[in-house]
């Protein structure tokens, strides 16, 4: 079974800020994938970056960059030069190779991006 | 814009009855996934299908039960609705191969179901 835990339940910053949200995993699995998802009030769940577990090389997405820590089992999300409509609930997950296990997810840090 | 629909958006049952909620998955899509989201909670994966089968299930009771159709869409019924149902539920659409490889899973709007 894989768990994953997010233990800021809410966080706040300044428009144009850099913001870390963290994410620690565990898995007994060797294959493995890790993703941040964002759910803003609209309630879509949108998917914001992908790391596969056997890449070390720390995957980016234009303002959205992961710090992948494998041994440390760390998962953490940078956002660059934060904008308002980044204002939404970040959701860490986990999925098993394969995909049959479905995700499992931390329960979420709201995240809030002042003028 | 995913390209996965949901319907209903909003649903209001009684305790007891009986709800199908549907999804139709983004085109080239061969496999649909439900999730379970209540209020203030991360989602819990519900089950998953792939070829018109359940490929894989999380730990929910068996009244929780589903179809694929052969154009890839799919439904969740959930039977003798308890006060505890009351969540959002979210499908998500991606493809499998088979392989060990894992395609990312793209999210519908969700059905806001609740139980009264």
């Known amino acids: 079974a894989q768990t994953v835990t997010q233990s800021q339940p809410e966080m706040s910053v300044q428009e144009a800020e850099t913001v870390t949200l963290s994410c620690t995993y565990d898995?007994?699995?060797?294959?493995?994938?890790l993703f941040w998802y964002k759910q803003p009030p609209s309630r879509q769940m949108i998917l914001v970056i992908r790391?596969?577990?056997?890449?070390?090389q720390n995957a980016t997405e234009n303002r959205f960059s992961v710090n992948f820590q494998k041994a440390a089992k760390s998962f953490s999300l940078k956002i660059s030069d934060s904008q308002l409509g980044d204002t939404a609930m970040y959701f860490c997950?986990?999925?098993?190779?394969?995909?049959?296990?479905?995700?499992?997810f931390g329960k979420g840090t709201h995240l809030i991006i002042q003028p | 814009e995913t390209g996965v629909t949901q319907s209903p958006t909003h649903l209001i049952k009684t305790r007891g009855q009986q709800v199908t909620l549907r999804c139709s998955s983004q085109s080239g899509h061969n496999t649909v996934s439900w999730y379970q989201q209540a209020l203030g909670q991360g989602p819990q994966f519900i089950f998953q299908y792939y070829r018109e089968e359940e490929n894989g299930r999380g730990n929910f009771p068996p009244r929780f039960s589903g179809l694929q159709f052969p154009n890839y869409s799919s439904e969740l019924n959930v039977n003798a609705l308890e006060l505890d149902d009351s969540a959002l539920y979210l499908c998500a659409s991606s493809s499998l191969t088979g392989g060990p490889r894992t395609d990312t899973q793209y999210f519908g709007p969700g059905t806001r179901l609740t139980v009264l």
């Open positions: 997950a986990s999925q098993r190779g394969g995909g049959a296990d479905g995700l499992t």
């Open positions: 898995t007994s699995e060797n294959n493995y994938y």
């Open positions: 790391q596969e577990a056997y890449k070390q």
